[in-house]
């Protein structure tokens, strides 16, 4: 890991100044479960690391007449266990599905939400677009297993890792993002952009900003949520595709739906057919699946993930059932 | 005088009893130290330089900017440029410095110029290996195109799996330290009085100066014998730098070039009649060791079907050394020749275990073992209940499945020699130049030294672990236990021998008379004659005894075979497995695992080692394989992320049955390592089939 400059701010106002203008001079560390691997290969070599686990502004789950805000520093353990995230099923299942107990347990939500992708080009260092010294893509021809099977037009071809960041998408919610010249909040649906170039980065922060809270709009607690999950295993392993839903039903029928398909396409890949299909459909096993169908209509797998297609079609029929059961039955990847 | 035999079945104290092995306190309390935590004063950390390219020249090495940086105390280049790369990963340079972290900065300063030539590293068809495909003569025996002429039914099938890696917990490497010309190797090894040979070599140094200490060690599964290129490389860092250096491989490199089990894939026929008797096989197989051709893979497994025909095709590439993964061979060519098997017999719709035990005659010797193990693990695994022909007609979207394998292995020991030292205040030590992999050999060694000598197994003092001790193999093959049973076993009657020798006159009777038993010295037949083992000793005055044991170097074969120790064991495995329809996700429910080794020791480590071998299994029939990318001739999975292990969720429940008694006892020690996870890995893919076919694959 290459020498650094180590940052322990107090406070926000102490915090902000010591971020960088520019994408990779600072890196901002939470749990560091993610950024010390990072470093450790050297894929980001910062030349000041700001530690941000001192910020006591960024911890905690707090209600207000807005929403539920949940501080960046909230552990994916803490969301998975506390009694306010029970009112929102996708949330909780989707920390969950993370089935290491010391990942969940440093790993934070702003963390998971701004970690970098594990695609193995680019951990291996040739880069966020994993390009070769002729500047083309090594997914296409390489493996790509792993890859994305929509939003897969390049340049980019990686998955976006967050299993959080699905949910939070179904359920409306949005992050505030703090900087020197204040503050602004961002749909999580917004949040997140396919990068054009190997200098920008995968959501809308800048170097010098914060990432300090999502909220979840009040009202959401009405909604039917579920995440589902493929698993290859049950032990620690990254989903192979995952579906978050979440549904506001009206006498047994669909009056909206929100369907956000995870692990699938650089960002966190929305599916409005899927959501249109169900309008004013009770949900069973054939709307569902119909709904599954529409969410993979514009796929196109790369040479080695076929399989990805059918796994997230199957995940969004397997959350849309679930999210139709009563409460409490939890809906979890694998056999 | 004490007979060397083992003792016979009621006769025993410990032997063949449940014991928890010796070093589980300190091995789980983190108070022993591995060579990871070796920590000598003083001591500098060796990082090394890999080359990025899977086949090039090297054309140049710049170590200056290296060599300035900060903490740098000694830099050794591996890899003189003009020689070639054969595979990512490969070492060039190493590099030594006060951290860790600063000898990897370090490493990185290293300018090397490469010239990049053409590689493979997939293990694809012959026909698209080019002349990097390297065919075997073709092998027959009896009439195979008559016998498939005949045969009333054939079935077709390509089987395979791929290139795996060992994962050991604990990574290759080692600290060294100089004193002078006297070098001392902290190594993980499984090799302790071998590797001493060659680090003298590479060093150029004579052979007794090399003192080899490995006191635990964290698995090797036959990745770690050799002295290896890191480990003469960390002891040229230390000598230039004049202090010790520890060198560790990262878990990246271990994974990239630290072992590779070969690959094999197979296009197989197999010929049959209808009555399930098996009459024809032809093969058609190629796979990768690397840069090696390996021979002609021995298909099939454990069946010798009389009519046969095999081609086999090796096919060069550049994925890393090979290096013996836990029988190797055995677990790739029975995962081929069971799958083959069990599809035959589904086409010819019998239940498989039937199919199996009808051609049983087959196995040969071991047939009679085989029966006895079917029976026993259809029984563990409720096949006849739980048996259907293929296609699981349950509801769901869940289907499950029954399979079955076979498998053997030799596990003759190795030639071993002990040391046991009765020392006059009633002090046993017992020395081996052995080592335990994480296996239980210091258990074993205790249990026998003390059962020979009548003693609590307190009251041993087992060394192994250090070069300094007598000469005893490499733990190999499941050579280890067979090997240090059989010079224990001798060593401790030898001493035991001399001490009654001294004993039987002042007590009157007759070397051949007294016995060792329960603490005490006495007169067979009549306890109350005799003395404590301490008063025994103590009349030894100044002079301990010393005496030495040795394995003989034939070892038995056979279920017939009698002595301390033979070899040649099966073992029989049956799993039932689930399948997810709709994700194609597998999950392995039970595993059964009957197995025979002969005389077992101590029950409680045997049944840990069929444990931890189904274990292995599930992970590479589920989950493992080295991934390998053509475009840029590298590992991609070089990690504990996407090189996928199963956790203890996906491992299933595993009931082990160990065979013994009467009809395995008397074969004397055979060992263990091997034989259980041979068939673990062959027990999952066809299992899946078997669900996935007519049970409606979505
Ligand atoms: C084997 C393995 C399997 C995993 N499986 C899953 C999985 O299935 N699903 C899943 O979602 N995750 C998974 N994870 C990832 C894990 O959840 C993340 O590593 C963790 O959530 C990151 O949180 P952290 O606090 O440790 O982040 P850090 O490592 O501290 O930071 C990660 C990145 O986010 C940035 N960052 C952190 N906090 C902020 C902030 N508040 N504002 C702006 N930028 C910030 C950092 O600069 C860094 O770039 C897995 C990890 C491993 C190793």
Not at chain 2, 454 to 463: F, R, Y
Not at chain 2, 469 to 497: F, I
Request: with cysteine; aromatic share 6%.
């Amino acid at each position: 890991m290459q020498a650094f400059e180590y940052a322990h701010p107090r406070s926000m106002t102490e915090a902000l100044p010591l971020l960088g203008s520019r994408w990779g001079e600072t890196e901002i560390l939470a749990g560091g479960t993610d950024l010390l691997s990072l470093m450790k290969n050297y894929v980001v070599t910062p030349k000041r690391v700001v530690n941000i686990k001192g910020l006591r502004e960024l911890r905690g789950i707090r209600g207000t007449p807005e929403g539920i805000y949940i501080g960046a520093l909230v552990t994916l353990e803490e969301l998975r266990t506390s009694q306010p995230m029970h009112e929102y099923p996708a949330l909780a299942q989707a920390a969950a599905g993370v089935t290491s107990p010391q990942i969940r347990n440093m790993g934070t939500v702003g963390g998971d939400l701004c970690q970098r992708p594990r695609c193995w080009y680019f951990r291996s260092g040739f880069g966020l677009l994993a390009r070769d010294e002729s500047g083309r893509s090594l997914v296409p021809q390489g493996e790509n297993r792993y890859h994305a099977i929509l939003g897969n037009d390049g340049p980019a071809y990686f998955v976006n890792p967050s299993s959080l960041a699905p949910a939070l998408i179904a359920l409306g919610a949005k992050a505030r993002l703090d900087g020197q010249n204040g503050e602004r909040y961002v749909a999580l649906a917004e949040f997140f952009v396919i990068p054009k170039s190997d200098a920008e980065r995968e959501n809308v922060l800048q170097p010098n900003e914060i990432l300090t809270h999502v909220i979840i709009p009040e009202g959401a607690w009405e909604l039917s949520s579920a995440t589902y999950e493929v698993r290859q295993k049950e032990a620690l392993d990254w989903p192979l595709a995952t579906a978050a839903v979440a549904l506001k039903m009206q006498a047994g029928k669909v009056a909206s739906a929100r369907i956000v398909l995870g692990h699938v396409a650089p960002i966190p890949w929305p599916a409005p057919e899927a959501e249109k299909s169900l309008a004013g459909q009770p949900i069973n096993e054939a709307t569902a699946a119909r709904a599954g169908e529409a969410a993979v209509q514009g796929a196109k797998p790369l040479s080695g993930n076929r399989y990805k297609v059918q796994l997230a079609r199957v995940a969004v029929k397997r959350a849309l059932l679930a999210a139709a059961r009563p409460r409490s039955i939890g809906a979890k990847g694998g056999v | 005088m004490a007979d060397y035999r083992w003792p016979e079945a009621g006769k025993r104290s410990l032997i063949g009893k449940r014991i928890s092995r010796l070093d589980g306190p300190v091995k789980s309390s983190g108070r022993v130290k591995y060579t990871y935590d070796v920590d000598r004063p003083n001591m500098l950390y060796g990082k090394m330089v890999l080359s990025p390219y899977a086949q090039a020249t090297i054309k140049s090495i710049d170590t200056t900017a290296a060599e300035k940086m900060p903490g740098v105390k000694a830099v050794q280049v591996m890899r003189e440029p003009g020689t070639e790369i054969l595979w990512a990963g490969q070492e060039v340079v190493a590099v030594a410095a006060e951290t860790e972290e600063q000898a990897r900065d370090a490493a990185r300063r290293v300018v090397v110029n490469y010239e990049k030539l053409p590689h493979l590293v997939r293990d694809v068809e012959p026909a698209k290996a080019g002349d990097r495909a390297k065919p075997a003569a073709e092998q027959t025996e009896g009439d195979p195109d008559k016998a498939f002429q005949e045969a009333e039914v054939t079935v077709e099938g390509q089987y395979g799996c791929s290139v795996i890696t060992h994962c050991c917990l604990e990574a290759h490497g080692q600290a060294t330290e100089w004193e002078g010309d006297n070098l001392t190797v902290w190594a993980s090894t499984q090799n302790v009085s071998g590797i001493g040979g060659e680090f003298a070599t590479g060093l150029k140094i004579p052979a007794g100066n090399v003192r080899t200490l490995t006191p635990v060690m964290g698995g090797g599964f036959g990745s770690k014998f050799g002295a290896d290129t890191w480990g003469v490389a960390c002891a040229q860092l230390a000598k230039k730098a004049g202090r010790p250096v520890k060198m560790m491989l990262e878990r990246d490199h271990e994974l990239m070039v630290a072992g590779a089990r070969p690959s094999i894939h197979a296009k197989v026929r197999v010929g049959a009649q209808k009555d399930g008797t098996i009459t024809a096989w032809s093969s058609e197989s190629w796979g990768t060791g690397g840069m090696g051709t390996g021979g002609s893979p021995r298909l099939p497994y454990v069946f010798r079907i009389p009519n046969q025909r095999k081609r086999h095709t090796a096919v060069l590439t550049n994925i890393g050394p090979v290096r013996a993964w836990r029988a190797p061979n055995h677990p790739q060519l029975c995962l081929i020749t069971m799958a083959a098997l069990e599809d035959l017999a589904a086409k010819l719709g019998i239940d498989p275990v039937e199919m199996f035990l009808k051609n049983i005659g087959m196995t040969g010797e071991l047939s009679k073992v085989y029966a006895a193990e079917l029976q026993k693990a259809a029984e563990l695994i409720e096949w006849q209940k739980k048996w259907h022909p293929r296609g699981d007609k349950a509801p769901g979207v869940i289907k499950r499945g029954l399979g079955i394998s076979l498998h053997t292995w030799g596990g003759g020991g190795h030639p071993s020699n002990c040391a046991c030292a009765i020392h006059p205040d009633g002090s046993v030590e017992v020395s081996l130049g052995s080592q335990d992999l994480g296996t239980g050999t210091r258990t074993v060694i205790a249990i026998i030294a003390a059962e020979t000598l009548g003693l609590p197994l307190e009251a041993v003092k087992v060394n192994i672990g250090d070069s300094h001790y007598p000469q005893s193999g490499g733990s190999g093959g499941s050579t280890t236990v067979g090997g240090v049973s059989a010079s224990t076993r001798r060593a401790t009657t030898n001493a035991l021998n001399e001490l009654l020798a001294k004993m039987a006159p002042s007590l009157g009777v007759e070397n051949d008379q007294l016995e060792a038993v329960g603490g005490r010295i006495q007169v067979k037949g009549n306890p109350s004659k005799g003395m404590s083992w301490k008063q025994a000793c103590a009349k030894l005055g100044t002079t301990p005894i010393n005496a030495t044991g040795q394995t003989s170097i034939t070892t038995p074969t056979g279920p017939s075979a009698r002595d301390l120790i033979s070899s040649g064991v099966g073992g029989v495995q049956m799993a039932e497995v689930a399948v997810d329809i709709e994700t194609g996700v597998v999950k392995l429910e039970k595993l059964v695992a009957v197995q025979d080794c002969g005389l077992i020791i101590d029950l409680k480590t045997a049944e840990s080692q069929v444990y931890g071998g189904c274990i292995m299994g599930v992970c590479y029939a589920l989950y493992e394989e080295k991934i390998m990318d053509e475009q840029t001739g590298r590992c991609l999975n070089p990690d504990m992320e996407f090189y996928k292990l199963a956790g203890i969720a996906d491992i299933g429940e595993l009931v082990v049955h160990m065979m013994t008694g009467p009809g395995y006892d008397e074969r004397g020690v055979i060992g263990l390592g091997e034989p259980p996870v041979i068939s673990s890995g062959a027990l999952t893919p066809d299992k899946v089939l078997a669900a996935l076919e007519k049970g409606g694959a979505a």
